[in-house]
């Protein structure tokens, strides 16, 4: 079964810092693999995703993700962070079949909880 | 484009009552639509998934019974909590796919914040 892993629960940087979020996953085939965001006490907000092609993917707010198959990693990058980004961060990946037939399901991570310091 | 209403965002009830929360995909038609539960401080739990037109499945564990979900049509999922009690008070999130091109992509609501007392 899929399973993805968030090493990070809670990670602190300070207003202008590089930011890197790591996320990696349990899977055979190539994954659909997505990162989204939740502010408190809302839903979910995509930031970005990879199904194929580049693996180096770019998403909203000037995120960016990189798909490692060798590390079987997705680790999400923001070369600056703005306080609006305080937020808590899930990496999710879709559950396909062997086939690569998707069953539409997502496996979330446990999330890493985003501080951002003045 | 690709969004998804859920209303209310919040309700509080009495034990022994039944809550019903809606889910609206507003731009698109959903054909598959997935309800989700989440503890404070903890990741999404998926109770069950629903297609337009059919029964829902529901995940390992969850209560059938409990947990009433409605497809009733390509733009609308509701869920029943039915006789609620604390122990359902939870924060729950639907979300929904099947934007042409994106039927990978789930779309969420904002979520609804229930309350039993």
């Known amino acids: 079964a899929q399973s993805v892993t968030q090493p990070d629960i809670h990670i602190t940087v300070s207003e202008g810092a590089s930011l890197e979020l790591r996320c990696n996953y349990s899977?055979?085939?190539?994954?659909?693999l997505f990162w989204y965001v939740q502010s408190p006490g809302q839903g979910l907000q995509l930031l970005l995703k990879?199904?194929?092609?580049?693996?180096l993917v770019q998403g909203i707010k000037g995120f960016e993700a990189e798909f490692k198959r060798s590390q079987s990693s997705f680790n999400l990058r923001k070369p600056s962070v703005h306080w609006s980004d305080a937020a808590e961060y899930f990496c999710?990946?879709?559950?396909?079949?062997?086939?690569?037939?998707?069953?539409?399901?997502?496996?979330f991570g446990q999330g890493t909880i985003l501080t951002v310091h003045p | 484009g690709a969004v998804v209403s859920q209303h209310p965002s919040r309700v509080i009830c009495k034990s022994g009552t039944s809550v019903k929360i809606e889910c609206r995909s507003l731009?698109?038609?959903?054909?598959?639509m997935f309800w989700y539960r989440q503890f404070p401080k903890q990741s999404l739990m998926l109770m069950a998934t629903?297609?337009?037109?059919?029964?829902?499945?529901?995940e390992q564990g969850v209560e059938k019974d409990k947990f009433l979900i409605n497809h009733a049509s390509l733009t609308l999922s509701t869920l029943t909590v039915t006789s609620a009690h604390p122990e359902d008070s939870s924060f729950y999130i639907c979300s929904a796919s099947g934007v042409p091109g994106a039927k990978n992509i789930q779309y969420f609501g904002a979520g609804t914040r229930l309350s039993v007392l």
């Open positions: 731009d698109f038609q959903a054909t598959t």
């Open positions: 899977y055979g085939a190539t994954p659909y």
């Open positions: 990879y199904f194929s092609g580049d693996t």
């Open positions: 629903s297609n337009e037109g059919s029964k829902a499945t529901y």
């Open positions: 999710a990946v879709v559950t396909t079949n062997a086939g690569g037939t998707s069953y539409g399901k997502l496996t």
